[in-house]
T-cell receptor
Framework: AQKITQTQPGMFVQEKEAVTLDCTYD???????LFWYKQPSSGEMIFLIY??????QNATEGRYSLNFQKARKSANLVISASQLGDSAMYFC????????????FGQGTRLTINP | KAGVTQTPRYLIKTRGQQVTLSCSPI?????VSWYQQTPGQGLQFLFE???????NKGNFPGRFSGRQFSNSRSEMNVSTLELGDSALYLC??????????????FGPGTRLTVL
């Protein structure tokens, strides 16, 4: 069965610092996708970044990068130069090719950026 | 391109009533998935529709149902509401939903309160 674990319920970071949000996953399927979403207090889930299990390089999207360590089954999100607007819940999620439309989410990490 | 829209945004119902939530996907997207988010259970997959057919279903009772129309718009229905159905209901759309590379884009959600 698929499982996503986010071990940091909350994190507090100073503005402009880099922050790493942890995510470990468990699946026996060799083909999977890993996603990070941001959920502000308004509730909408905003897609940030995607990493495929066969991708050779770590994904990057602007200030977001994904530190993908396949052997450790980890997919940590790195936000560089954090901004006040980055304060939100962050969710790591996984999908498999079988039933790919079903995302399995972790419990989330609440990130607070302090000025 | 317009994002995923959900109506209504807020809903208050009483136990025993039924409710219908609506979701309009991003133009051109044919897969629509529904998720329930609660503080206790986190984000859980309800079901997914593609070409008016339910392709995948989560572990929810039969009181939860859905459908998709020929224009890819989707509705979900919850009958005989219970207090535990109070949640944020999120709809997500993707192009085809058939591979783990297919990113799901979420709407703003419908916040349902059952009294």
């Amino acid at each position: 069965a698929q499982k996503i674990t986010q071990t940091q319920p909350g994190m507090f970071v100073q503005e402009k610092e880099a922050v790493t949000l942890d995510c470990t996953y468990d699946t026996s399927d060799p083909s999977y996708g890993l996603f990070w979403y941001k959920q502000p207090s308004s509730g909408e889930m905003i897609f940030l970044i995607y990493q495929g299990s066969y991708d050779q390089q770590n994904a990057t999207e602007g200030r977001y990068s994904l530190n993908f360590q396949k052997a450790r089954k980890s997919a940590n999100l790195v936000i560089s130069a954090s901004q006040l607007g980055d304060s939100a819940m962050y969710f790591c999620a996984m999908s498999l090719d079988q039933g790919a439309q079903k995302l399995v989410f972790g419990q989330g990490t609440r990130l607070t950026i302090n000025p | 391109k317009a994002g995923v829209t959900q109506t209504p945004r807020y809903l208050i119902k009483t136990r025993g009533q039924q409710v219908t939530l609506s979701c309009s996907p991003i133009s051109g997207h044919r897969s629509v998935s529904w998720y329930q988010q609660t503080p206790g259970q986190g984000l859980q997959f309800l079901f997914e529709y593609f070409s008016e057919t339910q392709r995948n279903k989560g572990n929810f009772p039969g009181r939860f149902s859905g459908r998709q129309f020929s224009n890819s718009r989707s509705e979900m229905n919850v009958s005989t509401l219970e207090l535990g159905d109070s949640a944020l209901y999120l709809c997500a759309s993707s192009l085809y939903g058939g591979r783990n590379t297919d990113t799901q884009y979420f709407g703003p959600g419908t916040r349902l309160t059952v009294l």
